[in-house]
């Protein structure tokens, strides 16, 4: 099933270093939480980090899955994520499954 | 072990203020990411994946069980309960916050360690033979040489703002174990046919996108003229290094470019005007410096007969420990690659156990090595069987040292920003695919290394098996190639044919280990089957 192509902004919070997305209104860790930022993306990541909200934020294209968005490049799946080989250590602990997806 | 003296104490201690105080600029938006960048990157802190990384120095791989024991206690109160071991002799954590990390080093300074010098273009942490002071084949310890550069490239101001990075070891021993040609400056004492001591000087070797082995710029530098023949080499490499490519920066690719005959006759040339400066130290300060490697005061009379009827101690005594230079000790090799683990991960509480045995057995000394293992330099052979029953207790007697699933693997894409795919699980499915520890010992030693990118962080120019993991179209794929050695024979691998998936690749490893054992004569390790019969019957059977 083919999805629509969205556009998200991601980048790592400026304190502790956690990724986030962009929400529309704020910032969150979980990538289900990312909206489709279309056109305006790259005004919203100069904006927000310019306000120090995010560090080194850049806008990536995601699938909208059911899910909620599937970024297009593995390397933002894993950071969506958290690494591949400490589930332990992910976003979503108790998701066996996860892993998996993210590849 | 060297101690730090008042200035030492007093300069890192220093750069923790200045760190703390613009890590709080940057937190109120005085200095923008731009701004900050490289001053937090001279600190030894990187923004990855998930977060900001903590690269800690440790000088030629050195350590007491006191500074082991914070590097857990750190692990637990700032990270996620464990650390990763480097291939250059070091520590990351990769869970760091920007808010702690002056927290964090000034925990450091207080065991007299720091993050200075491990990013930025300069001259990095100093390696060495994780054997030095124990192995019987060497001249000398190489670390007071070793701590001499240390204290002589830290904050050295012409070498701040290197065209690149720069990245020196020093070895003792006809054995290479630190990789001594595949650095920007690779030394190695010896004696001259007169007895005395000096250096021979590789310049210009690398891994990277360009790998290259360094040629011998000096097969014989008299020890008086240590100092001021590195600076010389140095400034030659700092004046004429190329800045408009960093992909063209290392010095590996001036001398490349001059030639090895025009790069020496120019350092030679510089060295002239430098030696003029009295740069060198007077004898009694390399004296003092060498003191405090001075070698334990070792138990005498100790049997060096060692009860081996526990056949699975007696399987890790015969891979993990290695003769010592002092009757009735041996050097013992911590594995940190249990089959299915992470090469070069330690927990918290196995970090404390290391340093616990380290002060119990080891006269207080642990070493990092450049394959992601731990060493305990000094251990009289009466308490081997004490020590692995503890080690074993930890999950970290695993007996495969050298062997193929003695993994060394970049924390590739699970972590890297660079990174363009993942090495560890890589690492993983190949150490389950041969977990059987009889499989492995039959293969004999197999030196296989995983980067997940192009810098080749895993080494995997120098494997006898080295795997690059690539980016094709958004997929993982992975470069095989054969024939690389870190050690003394020297060579870089050659990449044998299109890449694979990653369980492709894991099969491909197999296909050709098992050519090779049916290809092998007495003696021969992979290597020098492949070398003798190059590559057509490897690519044959992982090809058809």
Known sequence: ?103 | MYKYDEYDQSIVEARVEEFREQAERRLSGELSEDQFKPLRLMNGLYLQLHAYMLRIAIPYGTLSSRQMRMLAHIARKYDRDYGHFTTRQNLQYNWIKLEDAADILAELATVEMHAIQTSGNCIRNISSDQFAGAAADEVTDPRPWAELLRQWSTFHPEFTYLPRKFKIAVIASEEDRAAVKLHDIGLQIRRNEAGEVGFRVFVGGGMGRTPMIAPLIRDFLPKEDFLSYMEACLRVYNRYGRRDNMYKARIKILIHELGADEYRRQVEEEFLHVKTLGLDPPAGEFERIAAFFAPPAYETGLPDEIDLSDPDFASWVEQNVHAHKQPGHAIVTISLKPVGGIPGDASSAQMDLMADLAEQYSFDELRVTHAQNIVLPHVAKRDLHTIWKKLDAAGLATPNLDLVSDIIACPGLDYCSLANARSIPVAQKIAQRFASLDRQRDLGEVKLKISGCINACGHHHAGHIGILGVDRKGEENYQLSFGGSGAEDTSIAKIIGPGFSEDGVVDAVEKALETYRELRTEGERFLDTYRRVGLAPFKEAIYG
Do not use: Q
């Open chain 1, 1 to 103: 099933m083919e999805f629509e192509t969205v556009r998200i902004v991601t980048g790592n919070d400026l304190a502790t270093g956690d990724v986030t997305w962009w929400t529309g209104r704020g910032w969150s860790r979980h990538i289900a939480d990312a909206v489709d930022a279309g056109a305006e993306a790259e005004a919203v990541a100069a904006r927000e980090e310019a306000a120090r909200h995010v560090n080194v934020p850049y806008v990536i294209e995601a699938k909208a899955t059911p899910d909620g968005p599937r970024p297009a490049h593995i390397k933002d799946r894993i950071r969506a994520y958290g690494p591949t080989v400490r589930p332990d250590l992910s976003i979503a602990p108790a998701d066996e499954g996860a892993a998996e997806r993210v590849l």
